[in-house]
């Protein structure tokens, strides 16, 4: 079941539409109904809140204003740490890095003068 804080695709139609945060689950007065609030992860922003039945807040499918719709968990997939390393794809006969050393400006001192 997806939970609070994760993300989660939604399907409308059998097609992928929009990736949403479950930013809160609630109890709503009738059993096993719930106030679900996404926040959609577009530009701008938008907060919406669909009162879901917990079995279509683990993927199965319901429907709005007659429009087949699903939600479905994102799970961050596994990665091979050999294939990500930066190094291996370095060539060897690089150029040296610069001993110069390099001053760092903060911006934030910047504004503050």
């Known amino acids: 079941m997806a939970t609070e804080n994760d993300i989660v695709l939604i399907h409308f139609e ?20 719930y106030h679900v609030k ?10 919406v809140t669909w009162i879901l039945r917990d079995r279509y807040i683990t993927g199965d499918e319901f429907t709005m204003n007659g429009k087949r719709m699903r939600l479905e968990r994102v799970v961050c997939p596994e990665t091979d740490v050999e294939a990500d390393n930066p190094l291996e794809d370095v060539p060897e006969n690089r150029p040296a890095p610069s001993d110069n050393k390099a001053t760092v400006i903060s911006l934030a001192d910047k504004l503050k003068r």
């Open 38 to 47: 996404l926040l959609m992860l577009q530009i701008p922003l938008q907060v």
């Open 14 to 33: 059998d097609q992928p539409l929009s990736f949403a945060r479950i930013e809160e689950i609630l109890p709503d007065n009738k059993p096993d109904w």
